[in-house]
């Protein structure tokens, strides 16, 4: 071979050669050399050349490697991975045809007809590349994985005869038809997430698929899954599904997402939701209640406790570490935790959560209560966030020795929890169209007890403590916690869970004051976005404006530019030894913006130079112009 001419890339046959001649390659040649030395931990080109020689397994991620032809002689290799470099031609791949796994994933390939010898490979990583033609790989009849997520693959026809395929990714193509997938009967993991799919009838016969994912994708008809049933976990995600009935034999899934797709009950929803609204502020009966705990404790196996009553969940609390503090026995102090299982008994409340458990789809079950059915508060989470915060900030509540208590132990079982328990089985039962057993059905009725004559639950084995529900909750048209200048949420005891506004918390110096009071000095004193979201909101632009002194400096569609001149930035010239350091106090400059779908109206302060309002949008948005993402109506 002649001499090569500088950054011109020879065909040497041993990596020797091609070390040897390092000074001769291109650049992308000679980085794969350095990468190679360092790999043998070597300088020596005859020495590394050996080492290399003998190797099973390299892993070159990660190099911005670019040219694989110095890698053709090290044909022992059974394993390579060349993940996250800069890799197009794969003809340098094509003589390592002892190779069992080839990992290529995040690279710039397009062509695979450098792999097309390789029929050893068990298992290809191809994912986050450009390739749009697989014909290469059909020959490749070993392949157990194979992992093609994230390219630009519209045609699976290549993939027919893969037979020995049990694991495959194609998920973020283009593909529409999954027909040529219809034989490969030995998968058990399939993701073909975010793709263009419409028809799953040809992954009817994959009956050992345990895994699958079809997230976001155009599925509205499910019948082609009934039939697979060693499903354990199956992602449904933003698709178009409206009948959930072809899953109702899938008594093997333990996993379901079926998030973002328009399932409804409409006959179903406004009867629960009337009969919550009604009992939201309704007072308990004590004995109700008792009876409705005794029932619920018989069903999961428990002998009835001691229930104690009170008007708040503070109260209950309350009296639940007390009978900790009058616990004094010396073996009984060593641990509070201990201590409270010892007083209390072991925590129910995930047992009474799991009632239900012999529903004969509890995966489907567990996907209707938690993606499903409806979040409408009614207070009773809002009050225990309330008490778990004053339980961690209040140790004296607690107790000195209680050491070892975590918030978790006390967790309550809550009517939004319940609700949703009844609604999911009741959506269950009629798009399933199943009658539940006898069993099932007992602990259903025992779930509606519960609703219907309990507030908030404290279960333990020894004692069960029941809140009454609250004596007013305030919400407003969108059914979130609302209130002007008083708690939204009152107890009997006169316990409240703190000052909403259309759903926001607010501290107590905003909230016990009504809106008309509120000070627009407080808005630019205030760091937190959304609550001065809500300060503008209560407020209003009029009085913000009067009271701040501001003056419009320019208006654009919906947005308006204002100056301040309130001295707002929080320090004095006194804070600092040389009035030079002091920085310069300068005007506010505001853009106010009225959000279009919300009609929420906002503000961001801008720099104070800026005088237009195009030109403050452009600032705010990274200096886009706002003519490029605006909607014109």
Partial sequence: MSEPQPNQTPNFNSFADWCLHKDSLSEAARNTVDVLLEEAGTSDCNEAALILLYCTELDLSSNEITDLNLLSGLTNLTQLDLNYNEITDLSGLSRLINLTQLNLYNNQITDLSGLSRLTNLTQLHLGGNQITDLSPLSELTNLTQLDLGSNQITDLSPLSGLINLTQLDLGSNQITDLSPLSGLTNLTQLNLYYNQITDLSPLSGLTNLTQLDL????????????????????????????????LSRLTNLTQLSLYNNPIFNLSLLPSLLGKRRALFTKPIDFQEAKNAIKSAYATIGKEEPEVLFYRSPHAGCTQLFNLLKLDNTPEEQTFGKQKSLIVWGETLSESLQRILEALSCQALWKCIRSEIAPEQTAGDKEAWWELAELIDNSPELIGAD???????????????????????????????????????????????????????????????????????????????????????????DGWHTGYYYHGVKLPEKYGKLHPHQWQAQWLLEEDNAELRRVLIQGIGYARICQELQATELDSWQEYTLLKLDADIDGFEPDDFDDDDDAPQKEPIHLLKMTCPSTSFIHAMRVPPDITSARAAIRWINWDIDPEEFSVQT
Avoid: M, W
């Fill in 402 to 492: 209680f050491r070892y208590f975590f918030i978790y132990d006390i967790e309550p079982l809550t009517p939004t929890e319940i609700f949703k328990q009844i609604y999911a089985t009741e959506f269950y039962v009629s798009s399933l169209g199943v009658t539940l057993d006898q069993k099932t059905q007992e602990a259903f009725d025992c779930l509606n007890q519960l609703f219907e004559h309990c507030g908030l639950i404290f279960p333990f084995e020894k004692v069960c403590v029941v809140c009454d529900r609250p004596t007013k909750i305030s919400l407003d048209s969108q059914n979130l916690l609302h209130a002007e200048g008083e708690p939204a949420i009152q107890f009997a």
């Fill in 215 to 246: 997230g976001s994708n155009q599925i509205t008809d499910l019948s082609p899954l009934s039939g697979l049933i060693n499903l354990t976990q199956l992602n449904l995600y933003y698709n178009k599904i409206t009948d959930l009935s072809p």
